[in-house]
């Protein structure tokens, strides 16, 4: 059994690790608040990161397949279009997603 000096020393250091780890995020935001490269971030990053994520989704799509890359292309606009009417991310990416998989599933299986 170890000495409880030893745990109890053990005990504090992981307490004031969560605590910190914990506090920290908090201490930072605040400076940040006011940064131009934030702004700049929160801005044009949104857009960024969903034409990454749409290549990334598009990288194996085969025109050479039966398919060709159809059910994709009209996933893709319909999410496009329900988000421009809608404005709402979650929905554009459920109606997507469910009409993609609807397409491979039953129209072009």
């Known amino acids: 059994m170890p000495d409880p000096g030893y745990i109890l020393a053990a005990v504090a250091i992981m307490a004031v690790v969560t605590f910190a780890l914990r506090a920290v995020p908090f201490a930072i935001v605040m400076p940040l608040r006011s940064s131009a490269l934030v702004g700049y971030l929160g801005v044009y990053m949104p857009a960024g990161i ?42 554009s990416i459920v109606v997507g997603t469910g009409l993609y998989v609807v397409l491979m599933n039953w129209a072009f299986a």
């Open 50 to 91: 969903m034409l990454i994520l749409v290549a990334y989704s598009l990288k194996n799509v085969s025109v050479t397949a039966p398919s060709h890359g159809i059910p994709e292309l009209i996933a893709v606009g319909a999410t496009a279009a329900v988000h421009l009417w809608r404005k709402n991310a979650v929905l």
